[in-house]
């Protein structure tokens, strides 16, 4: 059986990166509520929750890719583009072991949303 992929790799890849996001939910927490009452305060701490709800919404959408691929490992079908149903090549599994889609498909869905913020 050559040129297949060898899942165990991956499956490992995709357990530390998933160990790593969750890790950086579990820092502590640096400032605690010291009595920010100013207005000037309360605009930076909003600033910040907004930056944090921006990361955890990322970071939720890789957790799911991760979780998704871990499941196409079990069913296996790991590697295979979603959309287009071709082999994505091992280098780029190596890059980003959760991805789901080939290049090309990829690119197809960035352009997607690219074109969906500029309107914005
Ligand atoms: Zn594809």
Do not use: H, W
């Not at 530390?16 to 305060?41: C, F, H, Q, S, W």
């Not at 196409?72 to 790991?78: A, L, N, S, V």
């Amino acid at each position: 059986m050559s040129g297949k992929i060898d899942l165990e790799k991956f499956k490992r890849l995709l357990l530390e990166e998933k160990k790593r996001i969750l890790e950086k939910y579990e820092m502590p927490e640096e400032e605690n509520d010291e009595g920010a009452t100013d207005i000037v305060d309360e605009a930076a701490e909003s600033n910040k929750r907004r930056l944090i709800q921006t990361l955890s919404y990322r970071d939720s959408v890789v957790l799911k890719q991760i979780e998704s691929a871990l499941q196409r490992i079990e069913e296996g079908t790991y590697g295979i583009c979603l959309k287009c149903g071709q082999l994505i090549p091992e280098k780029r599994l190596e890059l980003i072991p959760y991805a789901l889609l080939c290049v090309s498909c990829q690119e197809k869905e960035e352009k997607k949303i690219g074109a969906y913020r500029r309107r914005l």
